[in-house]
């Protein structure tokens, strides 16, 4: 199951809880065409990954310090975390790139 962050505090915690799994953060929001395209893949990924991987999103208006603290500019912008440290990202609804990521990095 996916979580939404709604603070930068709840952010930087999900970092240090997941220790060593890896943390996939989509970055949406709801009027964007390609988020709600991409939502239910993500959401499969996350159940089909939930003992290697950790999924959140975060609303880039509702939690416009997380995003503007990552650099994000366009959405869907997926970064990938591990040990609190970000380790990859990409911007766009691509399902197979999402992931191949995935898999690289569990």
């Given at each position: 199951?996916?979580k939404?962050l709604?603070?930068?505090?709840?952010?930087?915690?999900a970092?240090?809880n997941a220790g060593?799994k890896l943390?996939v953060v989509?970055?949406s929001?709801?009027w964007?065409?390609p988020?709600?395209?991409?939502?239910?893949?993500?959401?499969?990924?996350?159940e089909?990954f939930?003992?290697?991987a950790?999924?959140?999103?975060?609303?880039?208006?509702?939690?416009s310090?997380?995003s503007?603290?990552e650099?994000i500019?366009?959405?869907?912008?997926?970064?990938?975390?591990?040990n609190?440290?970000k380790?990859?990202?990409?911007t766009?609804?691509?399902?197979?790139?999402?992931?191949?990521f995935?898999?690289?990095?569990?």
């Amino acid at each position: 199951m996916v979580k939404f962050l709604e603070t930068l505090e709840e952010f930087k915690q999900a970092l240090m809880n997941a220790g060593d799994k890896l943390v996939v953060v989509d970055f949406s929001a709801v009027w964007c065409p390609p988020c709600k395209a991409i939502a239910p893949k993500f959401e499969a990924m996350s159940e089909e990954f939930n003992t290697d991987a950790v999924f959140y999103k975060v609303d880039v208006d509702e939690n416009s310090e997380t995003s503007e603290q990552e650099g994000i500019q366009a959405m869907p912008t997926f970064i990938f975390y591990k040990n609190t440290k970000k380790i990859d990202s990409f911007t766009g609804a691509n399902e197979s790139k999402l992931l191949e990521f995935i898999k690289k990095h569990i």
